[in-house]
Every structure is written in structure tokens, then in C-alpha cells.
């Protein structure tokens, strides 16, 4: 640990110069709470077991008439089997239709674009919209 912290140091001292910073002491502040939030953050993913937990989200309703279209895709750690979901609501939020799929090995990325298809898919050949 102290070494990453010594590079990231490092790389912030030698690579920006010290006149665009401000002086010394807002400089010194500014490397101490770096530190203080690298620090952080690797003891809360240690505390986690190597999963950093996610911002909570906020869904936020379409416009009057319209529906509102999620999808999500993922990939299990130890197996590598990805799979992807998601979900259709009106402007109350209310459930019009979902779905989920598994989808074997593949990267997550993938997973994410075989959600995106399956929900442009959904809604074009979907009867309830």
C-alpha cells in the first residue's frame, strides 16, 4: 500500500506544476485528503472482499404518455457465466413487462449489449405498448 500511495504521490508532485496548484499549503491539503481517501477506499473494499458497494440510484419517471425501458447485464465472478435483464414501466412506475436471460461466458460489456437488444426488441414487438 504505501508504495501505490508513494507513486500517486509522486505523479501528482513531478507531473503538475506547483504555481498551477495554488501554494504550498493548499497543496499539502490537497495531497492529505488524496491520501486520506485512497486510504479509504482500499480498507472498504477489503472490508467488502474486493466489491466496492454502488451509489444508490434514483429512478426517474418518463414523460406523460411514454414508457420507460431498463436493462442491466452482469457476470458472475467465480463461474463466468453472464446474464442480463430488464424491464418496461409506465409513468407511475408501474411494471408493463421484463425480462431476464441467461447467457453463458461472455464479458460484461457483452452482457450489457445483449440487454440493450433484447429491450429495443421487446418494445418493437411488444403488444401491451
Not at 29 to 40: D, Y
Amino acid at each position: 500500500m504505501f508504495v501505490s500511495l508513494w507513486l500517486h504521490h509522486n505523479s501528482i508532485v513531478f507531473d503538475y506544476p506547483l504555481e498551477a496548484q495554488g501554494s504550498v499549503i493548499d497543496r499539502s491539503k490537497h495531497l492529505l485528503v488524496s491520501m486520506l481517501k485512497a486510504i479509504a477506499q482500499k480498507e472498504l473494499i477489503r472490508v467488502t472482499g474486493g466489491k466496492a458497494p454502488r451509489p444508490p440510484t434514483t429512478w426517474f419517471p418518463p414523460a406523460q404518455g411514454c414508457f420507460k425501458m431498463n436493462s442491466d447485464g452482469s457476470k458472475g465472478i467465480e463461474d463466468g457465466m453472464a446474464k442480463y435483464g430488464g424491464l418496461i414501466r409506465d409513468v407511475v412506475g408501474s411494471w408493463v413487462i421484463g425480462f431476464a436471460k441467461a447467457i453463458g461466458v461472455c464479458s460484461v460489456v457483452e452482457a450489457e449489449l445483449w440487454g440493450c437488444l433484447h429491450r429495443c426488441s421487446l418494445f418493437l414487438e411488444s403488444p401491451f405498448l
